[in-house]
């Protein structure tokens, strides 16, 4: 069971009959012509699709990095963890 102040009953009641006053408003809209939408603008995908094409620019990615190692980018370690 809830158990509520005088103070929170105060409080909360009006905000309670706001909420359901609203829920109410919303409930007594005639939408029967009004289609189901997921977004009130129409998106469209901006994404490109995936193509394979070979790299063989390697070295090349590799001379703008700061530091390589082993033929690999050199980064820092992360916190907490040694060399």
């Known amino acids: 069971m809830l158990r509520l102040t ?3 009953l ?3 009641t009006p905000q309670l009959v706001a909420i359901l006053q609203h829920a109410s408003d919303v409930e007594s809209l005639d939408v029967d012509d009004v ?3 997921q977004h009130p603008y129409p998106l469209v995908n901006v994404f490109r699709p995936d193509v394979v094409e ?7 990615a590799l001379a703008m990095g700061p ?6 980018f050199r980064v820092p ?3 907490g963890e040694e060399p």
């Open 35 to 37: 289609p189901p939408t």
């Open 54 to 60: 070979t790299f063989d620019g390697r070295e090349a």
């Open 67 to 72: 530091e390589v190692e082993d033929g690999r």
């Open 10 to 12: 105060d409080t909360f």
């Open 6 to 8: 005088d103070d929170e």
């Open 77 to 79: 370690p992360a916190h």
